[in-house]
Structures are given as C-alpha cells and as structure tokens.
C-alpha cells in the first residue's frame, strides 16, 4: 500500500515538474447496474463505467435511476492510480407497485408453461414474465419435462434464464456482459470467448459450460450465448470477475 501511495506522489511530483494537470480513474460499480452516472453536474454514462482522465482532487459522483433513492458520492482520484466505487442502491418508497416488479425472460426454448412460487403465469406482449421483485421459485415446463430454480427479481429490471430443451434438470441465470465489463475487456473470435478484467483471464468457448478462468478449469451452469447480437453469461461468472476489484 505504502508503495503504490509513494509511486502516486512521485507521478503526481512529474507532473508538476512537466506542467501537465496529474489525472487518474474511477472504476464505478452499482447493484442494481444502469444507473446514470453524473460527475460534479456532468453527465457521464451508466453504471458499470469506467472514467478515465479525472483530475486529481475531490470529485461529486451522483447516481440516479427511476424507482431507486438517488446517492451522492465524494471520491478522492489520486494520480495515476485506478479507484473502485462500488454501490448498492436503495429502492425509493412509492405508493405505487410499479417499482416493485421486475420481469423474467425465458431463452433457448418456448416454455409450455411458467410458474412462479406454483403460480402459472402469462406473458406480455413483449413475451417478458412479470414478477415481484424478490427471491422465487421458478419452474419451466417444456417438451422434456420440468425445469426448477431460485431466482432473484430486481424491481424495473430483467432476470434472463436459459433453458436447454434437452435438459430437465438444469437451467442458468445470465446477464449481458456489457452490464458488467466494458467493450475492451470483451473478444469474440468465431465461437472462441476471451475476456479480461482487472487481473482476471477467462478463455470460454460459445455453447461449451466449461471456461478457463485464470488459468483453472471451472465449469458453470451456463455456456457464453449469443442473444440479439449481445453476449451473456453466466451471472455467477461475472459477479465473481467485479466482486474483488480493488485498485490497480
């Protein structure tokens, strides 16, 4: 730690000497994820972001999204040294229950039928499955038979599931790698997965449950799959890559 400070003084010591204004970044995480992100009034993007070229010093980092209680943040970026801010949201009180409902999406097959906590329910329009927001039981019925799991439903937000027609035992809560690593951290050559965060390596192949994470074999319950043109997976694979970053 007494390193990493000491090599920050002596960068920021440079930069004054070259007259350049000494800059560092801010990797900013929420739960839920696309939260917009503002810095000292400025509009910047949703969460999870990646701000690059902060002036050293004090900053206000505001978090707003609709239906969740808005945060402000005071962040000191120290020069050339990477920070993490990472935010669990609170849900804002409403006299409505619009907020406390998310949706569940169903990929890989058309369920016969879709219960929650034992309850049928329908589809909307959209094909989405409303639900409270909430930890339940979901079971999918399909042509091979029943496939059960626990889920947790965000309010305003999208659970996605993936489910095999082939299998009847298992199914797989995945989330879009975009919501959690940034573009340049994302390869995808042919079916061939290749990501790269923080310190973490992680070589997967497409329709394959078997990953190479740091160099060990891990399997997950969920291969990489391609839905609308974006990559998902496995939320237990990225939660694990964002849950231990700590600066660089």
């Not at 000292?40 to 999870?48: I, K, L």
């Amino acid at each position: 730690m007494f390193r990493r400070f000491a090599a920050a003084a002596a960068c920021a010591a440079l930069f004054v000497l070259l007259g350049a204004v000494p800059t560092g970044s801010l990797y900013v995480t929420t739960l839920p994820t696309g939260v917009d992100v503002w810095v000292d009034g400025t509009y910047v993007g949703h969460s999870p972001l990646v701000l690059d070229a902060l002036a050293a010093g004090r900053h206000t980092i505001s978090l707003t999204k609709t239906g969740w209680l808005a945060q402000d943040l005071d962040v000191s970026i120290i020069p050339a040294v990477a920070s993490l801010s990472s935010v669990q949201m609170s849900r804002a009180p409403s006299r409505t229950m619009r907020f406390n409902m998310g949706l569940v999406a169903v990929h890989g097959t058309v369920p016969r039928e879709l219960l929650i906590d034992g309850q049928p329910v329908k589809p909307d329009k959209n094909g989405f499955y409303p639900a409270s927001a909430g930890l339940h039981e979901i079971a999918v019925r399909t042509a091979a038979g029943k496939i059960s799991r626990n889920i947790t439903v965000y309010p305003d937000m999208r659970t996605d599931i993936v489910v095999r027609d082939d299998e009847t035992t298992r199914s797989a809560v995945v989330a879009p790698a975009s919501d959690y690593l940034s573009a340049d951290e994302i390869k995808i050559e042919g079916a061939r997965v290749v990501l790269r965060h923080a310190r973490h390596d992680v070589v997967a192949k497409i329709g394959s449950t078997s990953y190479r994470v740091d160099g060990a074999s891990v399997a997950f319950d969920a291969a990489p799959t391609l839905i609308g043109g974006k990559l998902y997976l496995p939320i237990d694979l990225l939660s694990q890559l964002t849950a231990g970053d700590k600066p660089k």
